[in-house]
C-alpha cells in the first residue's frame, strides 16, 4: 500500500511513522508512506499557503493553488481523504475500507480548513477522528494512518492480535491482565488462569458486554450497528 500526505509539516509525521507497527510495517515492505511538503508547490516568494477567508469571520483558509498543483503532481493518488473537524466520523469500518485502498492520499488542513473547490476537485471523502477541534490535520491523519496500516496482512507480529481489539466485534473487548497473579493486594480474576477456554470466552463476552453497555450504548444500537 502506498499512503502520500500533503502537509505543510512533514516533520510532524516523519517521527511517529518510522516507530511501532507503522514503522516496522514499512520496513516490512507492507506500506510505503510519502510526505509531500505543501509549501514545495507555494509559488510566491513567501510560499503562502494560506490566505483571508471569503466574507470574513477571522482565522485562515488553505488556498486552493498550492493544493491543486501537489495532488496533480501526484500519479496515482488513489482514495483521497481529507481530514477536517467537518467531516464524517473516522471508526474501524472506515478504517477497514481504506486498507483494502492501494493508494491512499491524505490532506492535512490547518487553520478554518481548505478552499471548498480543492475538496470538490479532489476529494472523496472528508473524515473526522471526534468531535474537537485541532489545529490541523497532521495527528489526525497519524490516527488515520495508524489504524489502517495495523489492518494490513502481516503488519501485526505474533505478540499482536486484531482479532481481540475493542471494535473488531463491533464491541469494546474485556480488560486485559497480566503477570504477577496477586498486585497491590488485587488478584486477577481466576477464571482467566484456569485454562479453561469456553469459560475464558464466556466471561470476556459478559465483560465486553458489560463494559460496552456502560460506556458505549450507541455501539449496542442495532441501526447504528449495521
Ligand atoms: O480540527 C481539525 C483541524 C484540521 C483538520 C482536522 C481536524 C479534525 O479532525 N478530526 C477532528 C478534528
Sequence with gaps: MRINVITIFPEYLEGPLGLSIPG?????GLVNYRLIDLREYA?????????EPFGGGGGMVM????????LGALEGPGRVVSLSPRGCPFDHRTAV??????????????????????????????VSIGDYVLSGGEPAALVVIDAVVRLLPGALGDHDSAASDSFYEGLLSAPSYTR??????RSAPGVLRSGD??????WRAWRADRATRHRRP???DLDAAD
Design 24 to 28: 516496522r510495517a514499512r520496513e516490512a
Design 43 to 51: 509559488t510566491d516568494r513567501h510560499r503562502t499557503t494560506d490566505d
Design 63 to 70: 488556498k486552493p493553488e498550492p493544493f491543486d498543483a501537489a
Design 97 to 126: 475500507r481504506f486498507a483494502l485502498e492501494s493508494d491512499l492520499t491524505l490532506l492535512c488542513g490547518r487553520y478554518k480548513g481548505i478552499d471548498e473547490r480543492v475538496t470538490e476537485k479532489w476529494v472523496d471523502e472528508e
Design 180 to 185: 504477577p497473579a496477586e498486585h497491590d493486594g
Design 197 to 202: 477456554h469456553s469459560r475464558i470466552e464466556a
Design 218 to 220: 450507541d455501539l449496542l
